[in-house]
């Protein structure tokens, strides 16, 4: 009859809680043991069309501070199916003018978009949030090859583009960008530009050379090289990948600290041969340095954009994906086979630490009408279970192909926004994979209404004005209907990612050191945990922060790292 009685059921549970964590601190525990495994019988998501059209189509995304996406794509594929407001038109040289926009601002609340007015051409750019939360865009085509814009978000509609007057000292097509420790961001590389250089510049023509992205180079239009994967390594180094190689690197030094091997296969990685690359999960522990590894999926193999571009022979993708520790001594590849080729595939962190793939095709290469046999099925990945062959979840599949000039970015609620898909030179909605303008959402399995008891409400974020300070210890109230005892509560921060060409530059999750976990009241908790130890591990800058229990995220609350 005890059971029944609500009261000594909590008092039971407080106790269990209690005596759990004095058993197995926080600290100590694996990653695995975070994942309840219920959770792992069934991971199918659900597809729902937000936009049937945005009116234009989504090469690049930005998620905002403010829950705000801004996306754009190119300049020179003619008239958008979206006007520019008070009859605004662009003049560019040797271009008509153009009344339409190529960017807008996407509302995620309200499902609504706003366009923006870009003046100078931004395809195949990329992308920073600094550490205030605006967006630097670096570089683009034609006369916006050089040129550096920027974003600050707003909660009402007076924000647009802002294109400065001090250029870029190198052209920038296909780069890539990383935001450092000192809030700088790098840009590195770009076609026939075996350089980097800093935003802010405080030489316009500064760059320095990088003998590492001539030598990945396979020839100009086979470059295998371009939009070179980046990640930022808590001792402060970068880790640069490109083709089949690649190195950690002392950008402040201009030398190469040391190459790490070439991963196994066949296989090229970067455009067109375009695979994608996630830093999986950063686990801290106090003032040590969390160990760190890298993940690359998908990719074709030596001369595949020559087939297909110029033969029109598509040929099978890469299934294979590699994961090195890069901070272990002796750092090699583990490969695993995916359940089915990919390339142009997008890889997404979600706010439990899993990875999901999504978008691409299984044959060809990046580029116009390179590509065919669209993947419309995601793959979830657990890179945390021990046996390899069950790792990989095929997820349920969109309906629209999600080709060449496709994104994938993770929202603040847990769902992944999808948009783009232009294999074309210009706008084409009459080919057998037309040019696609409208946004899906995909709802991850943690947000099934089965598991809803079991999710997490943030109630407040204890700090001041929503800062996070280094080694901070500071505490998350939440609400939680249904506590699993088998489960510990963990703290992820998560930095929104600028996603072009399946690559999401800048995407970051850290687990923080959890103190404890105390029960307040019937449903309410508190998680005390550690903000991160240095800029190195956790760039400043605004992340979402979520509490997840039992592999099931809250909706994330925005917090500023300084």
């Not at 947000?447 to 004005?465: C, G, N, Q, W």
């Not at 690559?503 to 991160?532: D, W």
Request: glycine share 6%; charged share 15%.
């Amino acid at each position: 009859m005890a059971s029944k009685n609500p009261s000594f059921f909590f008092l039971l549970l407080s106790l269990t809680l209690s005596l759990w964590s004095l058993i197995f601190p926080a600290s100590s525990l694996s990653s695995s043991y975070y994942y309840s495994k219920d959770m792992a019988s069934d991971d199918e998501g659900d597809w729902v069309l937000l936009q049937s059209s945005i009116g234009i189509s989504a090469m690049h995304m930005q998620l905002l501070k403010n829950n705000m996406v801004v996306i754009f794509d190119r300049m020179d594929m003619g008239p958008s199916n979206l006007s520019l407001p008070n009859n605004t038109c662009i003049q560019n040289p040797n271009q008509p003018p153009d009344c339409t926009a190529h960017s807008i601002v996407y509302d995620v609340a309200s499902n609504t978009v706003r366009p923006l007015l870009v003046q100078t051409d931004t395809w195949c750019s990329s992308g920073s949030l600094i550490s205030n939360g605006t967006l630097v865009q670096t570089g683009g085509y034609h006369e916006g090859d050089r040129v550096v814009r920027t974003f600050t978000p707003c909660d009402d509609s007076s924000c647009d583009w802002t294109q400065l007057s001090v250029p870029l000292g190198e052209r920038r097509w296909y780069a890539s960008n990383q935001l450092l420790p000192d809030g700088r961001v790098i840009i590195v590389g770009g076609r026939r530009a075996y350089t980097y250089e800093f935003f802010p510049k405080t030489d316009a023509a500064a760059t320095f050379y990088m003998s590492f992205l001539k030598e990945t180079c396979d020839g100009y239009g086979n470059e295998n090289n371009l939009y070179p994967f980046l990640h930022l390594l808590p001792d402060g180094n970068l880790y640069v990948f490109a083709n089949e190689r690649s190195i950690l690197f002392d950008y402040n030094r201009n030398r190469v600290v040391k190459e790490f091997p070439v991963i196994p296969g066949e296989f090229k990685r970067n455009y067109p041969s375009t695979g994608s690359s996630v830093l999986l999960p950063l686990w801290l522990n106090g003032d040590k340095l969390p160990e760190a590894e890298v993940m690359i999926c998908g990719g074709a193999p030596y001369g595949a954009f020559n087939n297909s571009n110029y033969k029109r022979v598509f040929v099978p993708a890469s299934n294979t994906c590699g994961r090195m520790k890069l901070t272990d001594p002796d750092p090699k590849w583990v490969m695993e086979v995916m359940p089915m080729p990919r390339v142009m595939s997008d890889m997404v962190l979600l706010p439990n630490g899993e990875v999901i793939i999504i978008n691409g095709a299984m044959n060809g290469t990046a580029g116009w009408e390179d590509g065919t046999n669209p993947v419309f099925n995601p793959v979830l990945y657990k890179h945390y279970i021990p046996d390899p062959a069950r790792r990989f979840v095929v997820l349920s599949p969109s309906k629209i192909p999600r080709m060449y000039h496709s994104t994938a970015i993770l929202l603040a609620d847990g769902r992944v926004l999808v948009g783009g898909s232009n294999p074309h030179e210009k706008y084409n909605f009459t080919s057998y994979y037309p040019t696609d303008l409208s946004l899906e959402a995909y709802s991850p399995y943690y947000l099934k209404p089965r598991v809803s008891a079991m999710r997490p409400s943030i109630l407040s974020v204890e700090t001041s004005d929503g800062t996070v300070l280094y080694k901070q210890v500071f505490a998350v109230t939440f609400q939680l209907n249904q506590y699993n005892p088998g489960s510990q509560v963990v703290v992820s921060l998560v930095t929104p990612s600028f996603t072009t060409h399946s690559y999401g530059m800048n995407q970051r999750l850290m687990f923080l050191e959890v103190i404890e976990v105390h029960q307040l009241s019937t449903y309410a908790y508190k998680v005390t945990a550690r903000g991160p130890p240095t800029a190195t591990v956790a760039p400043p800058g605004y992340y979402m922060l979520f509490v997840v229990h039992a592999g099931i995220p809250s909706q994330a609350v925005w917090v500023k790292v300084v």
